[in-house]
């Protein structure tokens, strides 16, 4: 990448920031015709990236700094004072990574205090940027009809920064950072990384680095130190995550801390939580050879407009999308619990007859990946090439973490010396010897017998390793730094080759394509009928984040986890009302279970109960995958039930509503069609009968429905 080093040259040629571009219409309804752009500001000093929704800014001298970050739709400045770009840790001495000192006031930044900033003395300097356009993480074979552009559109900058060699500072690092920003177009998103180049003649030891640095305007202000602090309305995340099956949960960088240079800050204590930073947790403690660089994580950052749960949520939805728009790809899946040929091939014909798409060969099934001997290839080779040609995705389950291997190969406990204490127990260290041949032996398996589907259990979820011994990490340092590594590769690979991958643990910015919806698994061992409830519950809370593609669901068609005859849905023909209800729940959620079991159907009501449904959900297919609105949460009280929305649609909106009483409701329910973006009038089906009724919104862009629930019923309104 050439850098242009006469920066005011590269200025020159942008254009400069028009004095009118927020966007005024909702970019959650509107589609945004503004384009992520760079600019120049009129007195030509800062480069300002927008994109009609937020705004960045960067002065360029005498060093690198962000000064503004923008929410255009609300007016407000998120930024209340300048900080390093990033900082390093180079052979256990920390340095700036551009930045400009000198603001006598941390709660805000007046536009005339910029010109009298400076460089610190011990900061690696800005010599130059690039320009352009943004750029793919990794190739993505799209799968299951899913159309999305890729890398998602924008704009993208990259900063290089070195080492100032005036006077005093001739201990500076030989690195050359470069700090790249993209912003991309239509959301209120961007992100942010780093690439750390050794430019010596010998090696050096990366200790540590922070990616983001910012000084956020406060959430609230408080005298006394509350219980629970609330913090910006900012959602940070990162594709450094692990250990968790929810945004909010999986390990993160990201952190909300004190700025301990907020001396003017209304809290006493000086513990408002304002100061975002995102830096790994542990390492990555690297030994950098001669010209060696590494790339940073990657820091994505979307800035809402309100503090609703509901609008907060459409908004991450929305981001989840763009930046893994494979998480779109949610096949009908059968998880078949035997690897009998017979079974399994009855399996793959009963999906294709019915209009499911995929098997798995779930857990429990007997199928081993890690055998690769030419017998066992040949088995599911054979197996898989009668999926492909009944145009059923086929694949299996392998379990990685939560096992022992053995002392030489398993997660050593950094507190103990020993195996065990991990995350989940025991677990093998994937930088160990079996964890770098586990991954070859895997890889080969799903090219020489042809899946195009593997469900991964147990993976990483952020283990310390505090072995020396182990091939391809050096010590507990850098284990986390490594082992993650090793498996993010591995699942970009996976979605390069088309594979799809479902994995209980939130990798879904490196290629996974779902994770659990959220539930308690042995709740599946409850009896049939209390089943239901628990599941629509799951469903409401799993989707205010998740969009109904990224989380799956389960379905004990034979027993699992306990619970008997009662719980489970076998033999089919005899509990049809409740393999119906498990249908209908999912379907209408527009969400995918594991249906766990070795059949679809095994009479003829069965077969044309399961064709029903599944061609229903194929109608309507492409609105129940839109976003959702929650309208009512289940407690067997009442209805329940939410709102499917999507503008871009004919049929904007679907409710779709539950009966869980044992007798018929007749109700009149309020549904907000804000989302839908119909403004005036909507038209209204229930059920698919024939006719429309026509209803006017009312002042909040609501209408109101009465509509009949028979006992223990789903029923659909369509909007259009």
């Not at 030509?44 to 360029?60: A, E, M, P, Q």
């Not at 200790?207 to 609230?220: G, K």
């Not at 340092?477 to 991958?501: H, K, N, T, V």
Request: net charge positive; proline share 7%; charged share 20%.
């Amino acid at each position: 990448m050439a850098y242009l080093k006469c920066k005011q040259g590269l200025m020159n040629r942008l254009p400069v920031l028009p004095k009118h571009r927020p966007v005024v219409t909702d970019w959650l309804v509107v589609p945004v015709t503004a384009k992520a752009a760079g600019y120049r500001s009129v007195d030509g000093k800062s480069l300002i990236l927008d994109n009609g929704l937020i705004r960045r800014t960067f002065r360029l001298s005498p060093n690198l700094g962000c000064v503004a970050f923008d929410n255009l739709r609300t007016g407000e400045s998120l930024l209340r004072a300048v900080k390093p770009e990033a900082m390093l840790t180079v052979d256990g001495m920390e340095y700036p990574v551009g930045g400009l000192v000198g603001q006598s006031d941390r709660a805000y930044l007046r536009g005339e205090w910029i010109a009298a900033l400076s460089a610190a003395p011990n900061a690696l300097r800005c010599d130059g940027f690039v320009m352009g356009k943004t750029s793919a993480r990794f190739p993505w074979q799209p799968t299951g009809g899913v159309q999305a552009p890729w890398p998602p559109p924008g704009v993208s900058v990259a900063f290089r920064h070195v080492p100032c060699r005036h006077a005093g500072n001739a201990t500076m690092p030989p690195v050359e950072v470069v700090v790249h920003y993209e912003l991309y177009d239509g959301l209120p998103l961007m992100a942010k990384w780093l690439t750390i180049t050794n430019r010596s003649k010998t090696p050096i030891h990366l200790n540590a680095f922070t990616v983001e640095l910012l000084a956020m305007v406060e959430a609230e202000s408080i005298v006394d130190v509350p219980e629970r602090w609330r913090v910006p309305d900012l959602t940070v995340v990162t594709d450094y995550s692990f250990g968790g099956m929810a945004m909010n949960n999986a390990r993160s960088p990201v952190r909300w801390n004190p700025d301990p240079e907020y001396d003017t800050q209304v809290n006493g204590a000086r513990q408002a939580p304002c100061l975002l930073t995102v830096r790994p947790p542990t390492g990555p403690e690297m030994v950098l050879a001669s010209g060696e660089s590494v790339e940073s994580f990657r820091v994505f950052e979307l800035v809402h407009d309100s503090d609703s749960r509901e609008r907060q949520g459409l908004a991450i939805r929305r981001m989840h999308r763009t930046l893994a728009p494979w998480c779109l790809d949610s096949p009908l899946m059968l998880h078949v619990t035997s690897t009998d040929p017979i079974t399994v091939k009855t399996a793959i014909d009963q999906c294709a007859k019915v209009g499911y798409e995929m098997v798995i060969l779930s857990f429990g099934s007997g199928l081993n990946m890690q055998d690769i001997s030419p017998a066992n290839i040949a088995t599911f080779k054979a197996l898989a090439d009668h999926a492909k040609a009944k145009g059923i995705r086929f694949g299996g389950y392998s379990l990685l973490a939560s096992r022992r291997i053995s002392d030489e190969h398993d997660v050593i406990n950094p507190q103990t010396g020993k195996p065990g204490g991990a995350i989940f127990g025991d677990s093998p260290c994937l930088c160990s010897v079996w964890g770098r041949e586990y991954f070859e032996t895997i890889e080969r398996f799903l090219r020489e017998t042809g899946f195009n589907l593997l469900e991964h259990d147990g993976s990483y979820p952020g283990d310390l390793c505090g072995s020396t011994t182990h091939p391809d990490h050096h010590n507990v340092g850098d284990s986390q730094w490594r082992q993650f590594q090793r498996i993010a590769a591995f699942y970009r690979r996976c979605r390069e080759r088309g594979i799809f991958l479902n994995v209980p643990d939130w990798y879904f910015l490196h290629g996974s394509c779902k994770t659990a919806m959220g539930y308690l698994e042995t709740n599946w061992s409850l009896p049939r009928a209390e089943q239901h409830l628990h599941c629509r519950q799951n469903l409401y809370d799993g989707t205010w984040e998740k969009t109904p593609t990224m989380g799956w669901m389960f379905v004990p068609l034979v027993e699992y986890h306990g619970g008997g005859a009662a719980a489970t849905i076998e033999p089919l023909r005899n509990h049809l009302p409740d393999y119906e209800r498990h249908l209908t729940n999912n379907f209408g959620y527009g969400v995918q279970a594991c249906y766990r079991g070795v059949r679809l159907f095994d009479a003829p009501a069965t077969k044309a109960m399961v064709i029903k449904w599944v061609a229903w959900f194929k109608t309507h297919r492409a609105i129940l995958e839109s976003d959702i609105i929650h309208l009512r949460r289940a407690d067997g009280r009442d209805w329940d039930g939410v709102m499917h929305v999507n503008p871009q649609l004919p049929t904007k909106g679907m409710a779709v509503l539950y009966n869980p009483l044992n007798e018929r409701i007749a109700r009149t329910i309020t549904l907000p069609l804000y989302y839908t973006g119909i403004t005036t009038t909507a038209r209204v089906q229930v059920n698919g009968r024939r006719g429309k009724k026509t209803v006017a919104l009312d002042g909040d862009h609501a209408i109101r429905v009465k509509v009949n629930l028979p006992a223990q019923a789903m029923v659909w309104v369509a909007i259009e």
